[in-house]
């Protein structure tokens, strides 16, 4: 039972407004060869920074001035905003779906009724 109102409610969330937004913003920034590039060249920065970082190594300036650049010229780019802000909208929809299960778990441990 608890499996199936699980799926159903994962059915109704991919169907929501939040997720179809989702879903098309990203294919967007996916099909944006400018935004793609930067963010292809920040994550190849970050894991430069990080093996760094896990050697016991700072990151040099240079790289913090790079990936500064890197983020406010993608911060620029209308399918980053877009998918950002969808991304957004989606973490709010599902933090108000989190709210009304934990509200429906307190709901159901003071109910002496079994539901089946």
Known sequence: ???DKAK???RTIGQSEEYKAVKRSSEAL???REASTVLRQMEQVRQA???LI?????PTPEMEQ???GLLAQVQGNA???RAIAAQE??????LRVNQWIAEGIRTGAQSPIILA
């Open 66 to 68: 790079q990936l500064d």
């Open 1 to 3: 039972m608890l499996e």
């Open 30 to 32: 996916e099909g944006d």
């Open 89 to 94: 909208n989606f973490d709010k929809l599902m």
């Open 8 to 10: 159903d409610l994962g």
């Open 49 to 51: 920074a990080q093996q």
């Open 79 to 81: 399918s980053y905003q």
């Open 54 to 58: 896990n050697r016991g190594e700072e």
